[in-house]
């Protein structure tokens, strides 16, 4: 005679199965385990792994000291020394920013009459830059490289010695255009640095400290840099390159080159605590440079666009965005408005999170005040912000950007933050 076995028993024995599922959900809670999470984070995993089994076992190292010779030799001869001068004993003095001795009106401290030449040349400094059009002469540098200068020397590879006269500056961008004598010269193609990534190769070119035409070598470290704790002067437009290939005193205005040759970048300053390369320098991206050059070419004032607010990174101030409501690490956050301005016109408010301008996504500070500077003034553009969890769209017609407007990027803090 068989015995079944208890209906109790089969429910109790399902009764434990559900417990047991429903005390592991309740256990993955407690600890917050994310399993959508975790898989990611093995897929991401195994594509790492993928990748690094791509790469190769061994470089074919003279192959690369090929490329690099013939990069160095097609890049040299358009690439120029450049020396600058003050007239007289007193221009240098307020060059060097000193006030003269005979400015104070003490009888016991007169200005030395040096070699009792008042018209005597002395020169203030050195830098580099690079021929952009040979037909005209043009050449592409610093604006800070050539900065008050009474004479501009330029020295070419080949030896010959020209006087160059400014075409166009701005010190907003730390760029300017020289001219030369248009004879036999050598440009370089100016490339998209846009197209540049993080490892890249890149040769640095310059005049350091003076001791005539040098290269070094190595890579884009980083991209959209601000020059955080450095001081470059009255330079707004940042949003640089950083580079480790060794950049020193000199080598401001100097081209920063890919492997193919062209203009990626224009070397720009360091961060050092020695006054030397320490492995971090700065150039001006080259889409910068195409988007101002034709202003610098006619030479007369630069022109801009204004909104009309501060602002800051969101990925800068985080904690304040989040406090907010706003999740995410991109756009840029209004810290202020100015009165009668487009801004003010168009309904922005301080602490609205704008995440595009003109159809463009506004990842950081930096890319707001780029693509507002490049709007003609009086041309109308789309702004898209959000505030109190909802989006909101307007658009602006922008104005001309005033005199003496000018930001700081390096400030992190209340009340005001970079403007635009």
């Known amino acids: 005679m068989s015995v079944m076995p208890p209906r109790r028993a089969r429910l109790s024995t399902r009764s434990l199965l559900l417990l047991f599922a429903v005390t592991l959900f309740s256990v993955s809670l407690v600890l917050r385990l994310d399993v959508l999470g975790y898989l990611g984070y093995q897929v991401e995993r195994g594509r790492l792994r993928a990748l690094r089994e791509t790469l190769p076992e061994q470089m074919d190292l003279a192959a690369v000291s090929h490329l690099t010779r013939q990069v160095a030799a097609a890049v040299g001869p358009s690439v120029v020394q450049i020396e600058t001068y003050v007239t007289g004993y007193q221009a240098l ?44 002469g043009y050449l592409l540098t610093n604006e800070h490289v050539i900065r008050d200068a009474d004479r501009i020397r330029v020295r070419l590879t080949d030896g010959r010695v020209f006087m160059a006269e400014v075409v166009g500056s701005d010190a907003k961008t730390d760029l300017a255009v020289i001219a030369i004598e248009p004879d036999k010269l050598h440009e370089l193609p100016l490339g998209d640095s846009g197209f540049m990534e993080i490892g890249d190769e890149v040769l640095a070119v310059g005049n350091p400290f003076g001791q005539g035409v040098s290269f070094s070598r190595g890579i884009i470290s980083a991209k959209g840099r601000d020059g955080r704790n450095i ?16 950049i020193n005193p000199g080598n401001s205005g100097g081209p920063l080159v890919n492997m193919s040759g062209e203009v990626i970048g224009i070397n720009m300053a360091i961060a050092s605590r020695t006054g030397s390369s320490e492995g971090v320098g700065f150039a001006i991206p080259s889409a910068r440079v195409q988007r101002l050059l034709p202003q610098l070419l006619a030479g007369g004032p630069i022109v801009r666009g204004f909104l009309g607010v501060q602002i800051y990174s969101v990925l800068v101030i985080r904690e304040r965005a989040q406090e907010l409501g ?3 690490s991109y756009g840029v956050l209004v810290s202020g408005v100015e009165t009668d301005s487009p801004a003010a016109d168009a309904g922005l408010q301080a602490n609205d999170i704008i995440v595009s301008f003109a159809g463009r996504d506004m990842l950081t500070g930096v890319d707001l005040l780029d693509a507002v500077a490049f709007v003609t003034p009086g041309k109308d553009v789309t702004v898209r912000w959000w505030r109190d969890g909802a989006f909101h769209e307007r658009s602006v017609r922008l104005t001309e950007q005033p005199s003496g407007f000018h930001t700081n990027p390096n400030r992190r803090v209340e009340p005001r933050g970079e403007g635009e």
């Open 231 to 246: 001081i470059i002067g009255d330079v707004v437009y940042r949003g640089f390159l950083q580079t480790d290939a060794v």
């Open 93 to 136: 003095m307020e060059h060097m920013g000193i006030t003269p001795p005979g400015d104070s009106g003490d009888p016991h401290h007169a200005v030395p009459s040096g070699d009792g030449n008042s018209t005597r040349p002395y020169r203030t400094g050195f830098g580099s830059g690079f021929v952009i059009d040979a037909a005209k």
């Open 326 to 328: 706003w999740e995410h």
